[in-house]
């Protein structure tokens, strides 16, 4: 019989788990709060195990001989972790049978950043958002269940576009921090669509071509939210409020992008604690209305 993760939960793992989420992410702090205790110590061992990968090729001195060396430690079982995020991922990961390929593709993700190049097209960058973010979703789906009836491939399709949809607004609120890091994740094709070139992104340009680049991207991650949100419906009832609110949370940066006027190059779009409590009761309305999914598929 498996042990679970209630028995092998440290009061220690806990809390660095906890102070690492909330530390990088007040939106999935606050929306993994809503998840039952067993499934929220499980998710947050994820967060924190895709937060140090992410951290690891962060770092100007990493190398590839580092990032595989990493590798190589997230591959040993739980018993043999010392890395305390580690082994709290491992046990969890035994523990819920979870698919190592998207492990892998999360890491192969990671490898992409570590190696930089800029993306041609829409098409080549959603490659990158589904490595490192859809793939956080679809291996967090054995952890948070299923509706009865549902199977992993009926409910993979909006975990991978939800996750696009979250990773492009990180891209979208993070352009300023990125160009001081010579990094540019909008495509290529986007900024000839409106007469920019990847100089321009990393100096700052503010002006009206930028302000209807913004406009575009905006538009269209949106409507990425508008085909992964039904998907919610999929997951078990006790994931929907989590996984809703941190859905339309994230989605809701979009909204303060454009109250700030689009000035990501300086500012930091984000949703305040006020405002996430305030939006709260209207996020778990929406969630009761999504179709069943007998009526999505």
């Not at 975990?159 to 495509?187: C, F, H």
């Not at 071509?209 to 913004?214: G, N, P, S, V, Y």
Request: net charge neutral; proline share 4%; charged share 25%.
């Amino acid at each position: 019989m498996s042990v679970s993760i209630l028995a092998r939960e440290d009061p220690v793992s806990s809390t660095l788990l906890e102070q690492i989420i909330r530390e990088h992410s007040k939106t999935f702090y606050f929306a993994t709060a809503l998840l039952p205790s067993r499934k929220r110590y499980a998710i947050r061992a994820l967060y924190a195990f895709c937060r140090a990968s992410d951290d690891l090729v962060d770092r100007e001195q990493t190398t590839l001989s580092d990032l595989d060396a990493w590798r190589e430690q997230v591959n040993l079982p739980a018993h043999e972790q010392s890395n305390p995020v580690l082994k709290a991922w491992s046990e969890v990961r035994e523990e819920y049978a979870i698919n190592r390929l998207y492990e892998k593709e999360l890491l192969d993700g990671i490898e992409m950043d570590l190696n930089f190049q800029v993306y041609p097209t829409f098409e080549a960058l959603k490659v990158y958002c589904y490595r490192v973010a859809s793939t956080v979703g679809l291996l967090a789906i054995p952890i948070i269940g299923l509706a009865k009836g549902v199977s992993f491939e009926q409910a993979a399709p909006f975990a991978i576009q939800l996750g696009i949809a979250l990773q492009m607004t990180n891209i979208l609120r993070d352009i300023g921090e990125d160009a001081r890091r010579n990094r540019v994740y909008l495509p290529l094709e986007d900024l000839q669509k409106f007469n920019l070139t990847h100089q321009d992104i990393l100096n700052g340009v503010y002006d009206d071509r930028f302000i209807r680049l913004m406009k575009f991207e905006i538009s269209r991650t949106r409507e990425l939210y508008q085909q992964a949100i039904p998907g919610i419906a999929f997951l078990s009832k006790a994931a929907r409020p989590a996984v809703g609110a941190a859905a339309f949370l994230y989605r809701a940066i979009l909204d303060e992008i454009e109250n700030i006027q689009y000035h990501v190059h300086t500012l930091r779009a984000h949703t305040k604690g006020w405002k996430k409590i305030a939006m709260l009761p209207s996020i778990l309305w929406k969630l009761q209305g999504l179709p069943q999914p007998g009526e999505v598929l």
